[in-house]
């Protein structure tokens, strides 16, 4: 399974547009997040509203290997505070509803333990297009990389 850093390298390699394209307005909604001390996972679920369509996509990102005390001050334990993943040591699973993420990252992030979530339905393909990520690098769409700078800057995970 890839780290954050992996994902980003396979997003610029297969679709470059995509992570230059970031909005940096927080569209995110009904954030929630769980935390299975079990099997040590992290997960957080987000709603995102399209920049250029009337419609929103839900996100999944689960973060494994978790803690329960991760990145947590003596106050912030006090508190009760949720683990705070670390994007360069945990490792990251995804999933986003999106038809960039489904055709471009499921099934590669699927081949490399990094998807989660409920599996897209059948595509039966229209074209002779060539497809999207033929190498099946794993990575991340445009909602993925706003959702994981939105839990950094309000300090849900670091880096």
């Known amino acids: 399974m890839p780290v954050w850093r992996d994902i980003v390298q396979g997003s610029r390699r297969v679709s470059p547009g995509s992570v230059d394209n970031v909005s940096q307005a927080a569209r995110i909604e009904d954030l929630d997040l769980r935390y299975d001390e079990g099997v040590q996972t992290l997960t957080f679920y987000g709603t995102i509203h399209s920049a250029s369509h009337p419609t929103a996509y839900t996100m999944i990102l689960t973060f494994k290997d978790v803690d329960r005390l ?21 490792e990251v699973m995804m999933r986003c509803s999106c038809p960039s993420y489904r055709f471009r990252f499921d099934d590669a992030n699927r081949r490399h333990q990094a998807g989660t979530g409920a599996r897209f339905g059948l595509y039966r393909r229209k074209s002779d297009r060539a497809p999207n990520n033929p190498a099946h690098i794993p990575g991340a769409c445009k909602h993925l990389i706003e959702f994981i700078d939105y839990l950094q800057e309000r300090g849900f995970i670091t880096g």
Request: charged fraction near 30%; hydrophobic fraction near 20%.
């Open 70 to 90: 991760e990145g947590l001050d003596e106050e912030e334990i006090q508190q009760g505070y949720m683990p705070k993943p670390s994007l360069s040591h945990n």
